[in-house]
């Protein structure tokens, strides 16, 4: 799985998206991709940004990459 880093897009920064983690086949995002987003009021937004960033689950999968906005 190879990680990709972009910056959040202006409509997730109004809606207070600090981090987002897709799991998609191609380097860009598609309509058919996994998109997990944390919000800045959740509660364990520590935790959960640490296990999307730990992709190691997916290797053997279709996903090949992991496109990481923050």
């Known amino acids: 799985m190879i990680k990709v880093y972009k910056k959040l ?3 997730q ?7 987002s983690s ?3 086949e191609q380097r860009f995002e598609t309509i058919k991709d ?3 987003e944390v919000i ?3 509660e364990d937004k ?3 940004i640490k296990r999307l960033k730990d992709d190691k689950f997916f290797n053997k999968t279709r996903w090949r990459f992991n ?3 923050q």
Not at 13 to 19: A, C, E, H, L
């Open 34 to 36: 996994i998109i997990h």
């Open 40 to 42: 800045s009021t959740d």
């Open 22 to 24: 897709c799991l998609s």
């Open 13 to 19: 920064k109004q809606r207070g998206v600090i981090f």
């Open 67 to 69: 496109i990481i906005r």
């Open 46 to 48: 520590e935790i959960v």
């Open 9 to 11: 897009t202006e409509d």
